[in-house]
């Protein structure tokens, strides 16, 4: 069964500053795509990046990006330059194929990153 | 803008007494996701639709029920709400997927009190 783990709780940063938050999984798939969404206090929760397995090269967006090794089952997230608007819950995000055909995402615990002024 | 609204965002209601929850979507999605989320924890899928087809979760309770007039709207009915049934109810949309790439789009969620 496919299984994702987020194994920091919660996080805190200086604004400017860099912060890197940790996702693993588990899967027995080869090729499959891997999510970090960003939940703000109070807001709905959005996409901030996404990555193809089979794509060696790590996703960027902005001062988001990932580093990804396949190898290892890790999926990392790095905010550079934090804002005190990446204050946030971030949680990581596997989908899993349905019986419906379609896909259901397993979501890992979360990771709240506060960032500090 | 497309976008994804749920109503009411708070709802309160009495220990045993039916709610209902409404979503609706412009993005025309194919695909819509209910999920329960309690304080700091993840989202936990209730049950999807992938067009008129219903999908229920194995652990979902019988007292949560789903429907889907139409490929705009989405309603979940909570039978007879109990105290663990207070939680933020999010709705999720998303084109199908042949690979897992499609993102889901949220809403901003409905929290539910009960009483």
């Known amino acids: 069964a496919q299984t994702v783990t987020q194994s920091q709780p919660e996080m805190s940063v200086q604004e400017a500053e860099t912060v890197t938050l940790s996702c693993t999984y588990d899967?027995?798939?080869?090729?499959?795509?891997l999510f970090w969404y960003k939940q703000p206090p109070s807001r709905q929760m959005i996409l901030v990046i996404r990555?193809?397995?089979?794509?060696?090269q790590n996703a960027t967006e902005n001062r988001f990006s990932v580093n990804f090794q396949k190898a290892a089952k890790s999926f990392s997230l790095k905010i550079s330059d934090s804002q005190l608007g990446d204050t946030a819950m971030y949680f990581c995000?596997?989908?899993?194929?349905?019986?419906?055909?379609?896909?259901?995402?397993?979501f890992g615990t979360g990771t709240r990153l506060k960032v500090l002024a | 803008d497309a976008m994804v609204i749920q109503n009411p965002r708070y709802q309160v209601t009495q220990f045993g007494k039916p709610v209902t929850l409404s979503c609706s979507q412009t993005?025309?999605?194919?695909?819509m996701y209910w999920y329960q989320q309690k304080s700091s924890q993840a989202p936990k899928l209730l049950f999807h639709?992938?067009?008129?087809?219903?999908?229920n979760e194995a652990d979902t309770p019988d007292n949560f029920q789903s429907r889907r007039p139409n490929t705009s709207f989405c309603f979940l009915d909570i039978r007879s709400p109990g105290l663990g049934d207070a939680a933020m109810y999010l709705c999720?949309?998303?084109?199908?997927?042949?690979?897992?790439?499609?993102?889901?789009?949220f809403g901003p969620g409905t929290r539910l009190t009960v009483l």
């Open positions: 993005l025309n999605h194919n695909v």
């Open positions: 990555q193809e397995a089979y794509k060696q």
């Open positions: 999720a949309t998303s084109r199908p997927s042949s690979g897992g790439n499609n993102e889901q789009f």
């Open positions: 899967t027995s798939e080869s090729n499959y795509y």
């Open positions: 639709y992938y067009d008129k087809d219903f999908n």
């Open positions: 995000a596997f989908p899993s194929r349905a019986t419906s055909g379609t896909y259901k995402y397993i």
